[in-house]
């Protein structure tokens, strides 16, 4: 036996339009009521309402937006749906509204809306996209970069301001962003934030070389925090990087000025050591054999070599003294320069003569000088004493450090510049070496003989009083090959 209905389909209709939360409605195509029902909210009676036009309910505006569209739907057939401000019981209310053809023999005859009240998801979605603009201002003030990278992927999903001036910047992996590379980091074997966090899932600091949009590089501390989902997998990384390129120069330069400081004050106490050991020798001598000469019933000719040798003792300590005096100078820049007019040739000529008397196995070392400037061409205005001086030094450790060749002493006048050098096949200095012969008190290489004992002050006082004059100075040697030392100085006129 067939089960009569409790509710016949019209009621049915009827029953589940009036408990719906929706309003509904139906209109003709000009947008006129044919029918209304639906959220008891908004209970209209529905018989005042039937035959009316949004106009007279609405605001003139939103009836009119809203009969434009039925109207639109009627002639393109198209459902429709859209969004509006509807001013309700004074209150601002959100609607989502639907609009849908009704046809009849093919012919659009109605349209149906459907209104969803949205006002509370329209509510949440504004204080969302409050508190997005909030962490939005948040992340751009700071002045640092700060992104957000996928660890799956590695693209930076979302960026501060300070990140890049580049607009693609969140359709780019984080290793382009950072490195303009289109390999990962690790691949170039570089420890990449991202993975440490993904393995460790807790914040990291690393430092890294990036490049900006120049390419030039810099460095910078990446500073790496975890993003987690619901299960604890850490889905995001946040980096924000702070340049410490200027803080690293800085650590850098203070790392050179200690070691700077700690190599000055070992090589104080070095020179400390040496002077006191080079002042003590002819000090001893002077003293012994002065001591000595009180001796009454010694020859004559004792007497004179004991003289000869308290006397050279005498002249030795002079020129250390002078050393010391002539490097404190430099340091204090209280030397003047004396100029002075005078003939190149014989200043030289004397030189030669001094050291070549002073060689004593010249079959085995000798001493020779060449130059192009003829006598007539060889007046200069320079400081005759330190030019001197800068020469003694360079060639009695040319003699000192060869025990057998030849020591060349070249000068010539080339472009407005005096040119010197100094050339012997001696011992020569290590290619580790050369950088710091100039230093003071150094003192490079082995010193295996008594010969090689020195202030480790000449080349220093030497480089002083060259660029004092405006000069350069410099090197080149090989070890057991030997050594050239030249200078230029400019001409005065
Ligand atoms: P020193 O009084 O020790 O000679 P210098 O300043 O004149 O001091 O020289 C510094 C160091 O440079 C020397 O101790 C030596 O090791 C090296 N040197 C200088 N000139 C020569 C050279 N012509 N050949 C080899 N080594 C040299």
Same mark, same amino acid.
């Given at each position: =036996? ?63 937006? &809203? ?23 004074? @209150? ?27 006002? %509370? ?48 910047? *969140? ?66 990384? +946040? ?26 004050? !070992? ?15 002819? =000090? ?22 004991? +003289? ?17 005096? %002539? ?25 030669? @003569? ?7 196995? *010249? ?8 130059? @192009? ?14 030019? @001197? ?14 025990? !057998? ?18 050339? %012997?096949?001696?011992?020569? &200095? ?9 230093? !003071? ?19 220093? +006082? ?32």
């Amino acid at each position: =036996m067939m089960k009569t209905p409790i509710f016949d389909k019209y009621e049915q209709i009827k029953l589940l339009i009036d408990n719906s939360e929706d309003i509904i409605s139906i209109h003709d195509i000009k947008g006129n009521y044919l029918f209304y029902g639906g959220s008891a909210k908004y209970d209209f009676l529905a018989e005042k309402i039937v035959g009316k036009s949004p106009y007279d309910f609405y605001e003139e505006e939103v009836a009119k937006k &809203i009969i434009e569209q039925i109207i639109d739907t009627a002639k393109s057939g198209k459902r429709k749906k859209f969004e509006t401000k509807i001013p309700r019981y004074g @209150k601002e209310k959100w609607f989502q509204i639907n609009l849908s053809p009704i046809r009849k023999n093919d012919k659009i005859v109605s349209v149906i809306k459907i209104c969803r009240d949205i006002t %509370d998801i329209v509510i949440i979605k504004q204080k969302i996209l409050k508190q997005k603009n909030f962490f939005k201002n948040i992340i751009n003030s700071i002045s640092q970069p700060l992104y957000v990278i996928d660890v799956e992927t590695y693209k930076v999903v979302l960026a501060n301001t300070s990140t890049s001036s580049n607009l693609s910047v *969140k359709t780019k992996s984080c290793y382009a962003l950072t490195h303009n590379s289109d390999k990962p980091c690790w691949e170039n074997g570089v420890k990449c934030p991202v993975n440490i966090i993904k393995r460790t899932k807790s914040p990291c600091i690393i430092e890294h070389i990036h490049v900006d949009e120049n390419n030039e590089e810099f460095i910078t501390e990446v500073h790496g925090f975890p993003v987690f989902d619901e299960n604890d997998n850490v889905i995001q990384v +946040i980096e924000y990087n702070v340049d410490i390129t200027e803080k690293k120069k800085l650590e850098q330069a203070l790392i050179v000025e200690k070691e700077k400081a700690e190599e000055s004050n !070992r090589l104080k106490s070095s020179f400390l050591a040496n002077m006191s050991h080079e002042i003590r020798t002819p =000090m001893n001598a002077i003293l012994g054999f002065g001591e000595l000469l009180k001796n009454d019933s010694l020859s004559s000719e004792k007497k004179e070599e004991f +003289i000869d040798i308290i006397n050279s003792s005498g002249a030795h300590l002079l020129e250390i003294i002078e050393d010391i005096i %002539d490097i404190s100078k430099i340091d204090s820049k209280q030397i003047q320069l004396r100029i002075s007019k005078f003939r190149l040739n014989p200043f030289i000529n004397d030189i030669y @003569k001094f050291f070549n008397s002073r060689i004593e196995n *010249k079959e085995e070392k000798e001493l020779r000088v060449y130059s @192009k400037i003829e006598n007539g061409n060889d007046l200069i205005i320079s400081d005759r004493k330190r030019l @001197k001086q800068i020469l003694i030094n360079l060639l009695s450790n040319a003699i000192k450090f060869t025990h !057998r060749g030849t020591i060349e002493l070249y000068y010539s006048i080339k472009e407005k510049q005096l040119l010197f050098s100094v050339k %012997d096949t001696g011992v020569g &200095i290590s290619e580790k070496d050369i950088p710091f012969v100039f230093d !003071r008190f150094r003192q490079v290489g082995k010193m295996p003989e008594k010969v090689f004992v020195g202030t480790g002050l000449g080349l220093a +006082i030497s480089k002083g009083f060259v660029e004092l004059m405006g000069g350069h100075i410099s090197v080149v040697s090989k070890e057991g090959e030997g050594s050239n030392f030249s200078f230029s100085i400019p001409l005065l006129s």
